[in-house]
């Protein structure tokens, strides 16, 4: 006789039994199915940026200029949160928009323009064909990872092409110092004469967590070198624990030289050095490097404690401050606060970023102008790694939270 207990317990016994086998059937597939059958959790902010800025076709539009434009910083940035998302369809739209239509449709021998748009006749075109070296490098760790992670070489190899590009193209070597990114290919090396002596720099093109890693897969590259060089520029240039958005490089000898406030940009730190923080804040514990540039950078802490706010503008060498930082600067220090263990601050920031980027996709709101596509990305950076939805091993490779909860082993 079967009672309603043995039943219950039948039934439970038969959905055991389903999950085992499911189980068994996952790792008999082929490598490349079990890929596919990973999931990954839902990421709501993901789908609200793509939502606002993502369009169709892969491009990441900014409404914010009468250019209505795109730039290679926006999509290396996406391309970057749709690979946290494990959002495979958006990535590659991400990546052929930007090879089309930055690249010339030609990777292999161009490295993406900077400024996509709208001209003064009305054409869609590619505006400035410059280089950010900042966003290549964003490009390169994406496909990287992507790569390494979705199992697909074409990727890998695009990350590769990349990297050669940008060291033969984008990285110059300073008197006294060594091997340094410059922002772009071009315009940034200033001569005296016929020979270089002044090179402008941006502190918040650099983030150390893809340098590590490309120093692990391109042993031959200056990757380790720009990494340490990267410490030593932002810990030379952390005048009263701030960094300008720009800073520059002078020689003052054949085998010498040093950093010196940039003399066309000036000592402001603002909306390009807010990312200097963030970085220093994603950085993995055990990197050597985290320590000594997170003591460089007191500054804001200091700062944003005393006023309740960050700061929007700094000027660097005095110390002094001025403004309220929008929402996107108070998102873009939730790691760093994390890092140097001010829970208070953390918490604090965090509702202001909850409670202003709420304000700013009310229907109402969205129907005057788009949401910030800047404080949006800062976001999308920090609260994806304040979630734990990624995060940056020792040597720099990418965990995300769905790979963990994928059914296999991801090859290294």
Request: proline share 7%; with cysteine.
């Amino acid at each position: 006789m079967i009672t309603p207990a043995t039943a219950g317990q039948t039934r439970a016994r038969r959905s055991r039994l389903i999950g085992v086998l499911a189980l068994l059937l996952t790792w008999l597939l082929p490598t490349s199915a079990r890929a596919e059958s990973c999931s990954a959790p839902t990421w709501p902010l993901w789908q609200t940026f793509a939502e606002h800025f993502v369009q169709p076709d892969g491009r990441v539009l900014d409404a914010s200029t009468p250019q209505k434009h795109s730039s290679s910083e926006g999509q290396s940035y996406a391309m970057f949160f749709a690979l946290v998302a494990n959002d495979r369809a958006a990535f590659d739209k991400l990546w052929r928009w930007s090879q089309d239509n930055l690249a010339q449709g030609d990777i292999k021998n161009n490295l993406p323009g900077w400024f996509w748009g709208l001209d003064e006749q009305g054409a869609w075109r590619l505006l400035d064909s410059n280089s950010a070296s900042d966003a290549d490098l964003w490009f390169a760790y994406a496909l990287l990872e992507a790569g390494r992670l979705w199992q697909r070489d074409d990727y890998t190899q695009a990350a590769r092409q990349l990297l050669h590009n940008i060291a033969t193209q984008e990285v110059a070597d300073l008197p006294g110092l060594g091997k340094m990114l410059m922002p772009g290919k071009v315009g940034f090396i200033k001569p005296n004469l016929d020979k270089p002596d002044h090179w402008q720099l941006n502190p918040s093109y650099l983030p150390i967590p893809l340098l590590r890693r490309f120093a692990e897969i391109d042993r031959q590259g200056p990757w380790a070198e720009i990494a340490n060089n990267t410490a030593t520029l932002i810990k030379a240039v952390s005048y009263k624990g701030f960094v300008a958005d720009w800073v520059s490089y002078r020689s003052t000898g054949s085998k010498s030289g040093e950093f010196i406030v940039d003399p066309v940009k000036g000592e402001l730190g603002s909306y390009d050095a807010i990312r200097t923080y963030l970085w220093a804040g994603v950085m993995p514990k055990r990197d050597s490097l985290r320590k000594p540039l997170l003591d460089s950078l007191d500054g804001m802490r200091r700062a944003t404690a005393a006023d309740g706010v960050p700061p929007e503008k700094v000027q660097v060498l005095s110390g002094e401050y001025s403004g309220a930082g929008p929402f996107g600067f108070s998102a873009a220090l939730l790691p760093y606060f994390k890092a140097l263990g001010n829970t208070a601050l953390q918490q604090q920031q965090a509702l202001r970023v909850e409670q202003l980027m709420a304000q700013s996709l009310t229907p109402e709101a969205v129907k005057l102008a788009q949401p910030p596509y800047y404080f949006f990305v800062l976001s999308l950076f920090s609260l994806g790694y304040m979630d734990n939805r990624y995060h940056f091993l020792d040597h720099g490779k990418l965990q995300p939270m769905w790979e963990k909860q994928c059914q296999r082993a991801v090859t290294p």
